[in-house]
């Protein structure tokens, strides 16, 4: 069985505003074959305190609150510069590996500075996603971010929950269905971690945080050396770029207020979250 040294490369998928319930009610076949054969945390799982989307994926991938990176408002301010702090991208680079972002909105440009991105490509909607991800497991990488627009966009439209909001998670679903199959068909798969998460859920037509829902993201490990197993403690959303750069061996960064999950790996969970670590 392959184990956490075999990891070569890390894929983190985000459906923006994926709630973790509406994986199953889609539903959202591939996806839930991970979710059974990994680690995941279908209550524990939470984003920040702004439950919105650039604020939410730079705290995925930088491994800090809000107010450490910077990104305060959910639209792309080039006089703001890019998000702060040590990110998963930065440090994959810095070690020499291939690094790959393909987003649905543009605005995510500012999750990561231009020369950490190796490829930078925006496409929209599900065909463009798969053309554009497919492409990039033909050359390979060893980090990849994948993002999809369409649960939130249909979410804001129809309603979280609604059945235009689960025709895309299906479309999506059915786009990692193809990236899974390539990856098998490379002979890749066993030495790639899969990462699928959420910057927020929602709630009727909206994921302002009047509601739980709003909150809660969905957050599903699957790869070698990963332990299947619910994860019962608190994660954030902050605790992904640094679990993820744990599995690519980068070195950890005191600056984090995120944690790597070492138990998805059946290694000891030394410390958790006591606490909401960011200011309120």
């Given at each position: 069985?392959?184990?956490?040294?075999?990891?070569?490369?890390?894929?983190?998928?985000?459906?923006?505003?994926?709630?973790?319930?509406?994986?199953?009610?889609?539903?959202?076949?591939?996806?839930?074959?991970?979710?059974?054969?990994?680690?995941?945390?279908?209550?524990?799982a939470?984003?920040?305190?702004?439950?919105?989307?650039?604020?939410?994926?730079?705290s995925?991938?930088?491994?800090?609150?809000m107010?450490?990176?910077?990104v305060?408002?959910?639209k792309?301010?080039?006089?703001?510069?890019?998000?702060?702090?040590?990110?998963?991208?930065?440090?994959?680079?810095?070690a020499?590996?291939?690094?790959?972002?393909?987003?649905?909105?543009?605005?995510?440009?500012?999750l990561?500075?231009?020369?950490?991105t190796?490829?930078?490509?925006?496409?929209?909607?599900e065909?463009?996603?798969?053309?554009?991800?497919?492409?990039?497991?033909?050359?390979?990488?060893?980090?990849?971010?994948?993002?999809?627009?369409?649960?939130?966009?249909?979410?804001?439209?129809?309603?979280?929950?609604?059945g235009?909001?689960?025709?895309?998670?299906?479309?999506?679903?059915?786009?990692?269905?193809?990236?899974?199959?390539?990856?098998?068909?490379?002979?890749?798969?066993?030495?790639?971690?899969i990462m699928?998460?959420?910057?927020?859920?929602?709630?009727?037509?909206?994921?302002?945080?009047?509601?739980?829902?709003?909150?809660r993201?969905?957050?599903?490990?699957?790869?070698p050396?990963?332990?299947?197993?619910?994860?019962?403690?608190?994660?954030y959303?902050?605790?992904?770029?640094p679990?993820?750069?744990?599995?690519?061996?980068?070195?950890?960064?005191?600056?984090?207020?995120?944690?790597?999950?070492?138990?998805?790996?059946g290694?000891?969970?030394?410390?958790?979250?006591?606490?909401?670590?960011?200011?309120?």
């Open positions: 069985m392959p184990s956490k040294a075999d990891i070569k490369r890390v894929l983190i998928i985000s459906y923006d505003g994926l709630r973790p319930d509406a994986i199953d009610e889609a539903p959202m076949p591939n996806l839930m074959t991970l979710r059974d054969g990994g680690a995941h945390a279908p209550l524990t939470r984003t920040i305190d702004y439950p919105a989307t650039s604020p939410s994926h730079a995925m991938l930088t491994g800090v609150c107010e450490d990176h910077g305060i408002y959910n792309f301010f080039m006089y703001m510069g890019y998000a702060k702090g040590p990110d998963v991208f930065q440090l994959a680079h810095e020499g590996l291939k690094t790959v972002m393909i987003v649905s909105k543009d605005k995510l440009r500012q990561a500075e231009p020369e950490t190796d490829v930078f490509e925006v496409a929209y909607g065909p463009a996603i798969q053309k554009a991800a497919l492409a990039q497991i033909e050359a390979d990488f060893n980090l990849m971010f994948i993002h999809f627009a369409t649960p939130d966009n249909r979410g804001h439209k129809y309603g979280w929950m609604s235009e909001y689960f025709k895309v998670l299906r479309a999506g679903d059915e786009v990692l269905g193809e990236i899974i199959k390539t990856l098998k068909d490379k002979g890749m798969y066993d030495s790639t971690l699928v998460t959420a910057d927020h859920g929602g709630h009727d037509t909206n994921h302002i945080g009047l509601l739980i829902e709003d909150y993201i969905t957050w599903i490990v699957s790869g050396g990963v332990i299947p197993q619910v994860i019962d403690f608190q994660l959303t902050f605790d992904t770029g679990t993820a750069a744990y599995a690519l061996g980068l070195p950890f960064q005191e600056e984090w207020d995120g944690i790597p999950v070492y138990k998805i790996f290694e000891p969970q030394l410390k958790i979250h006591e606490k909401y670590p960011c200011k309120t």
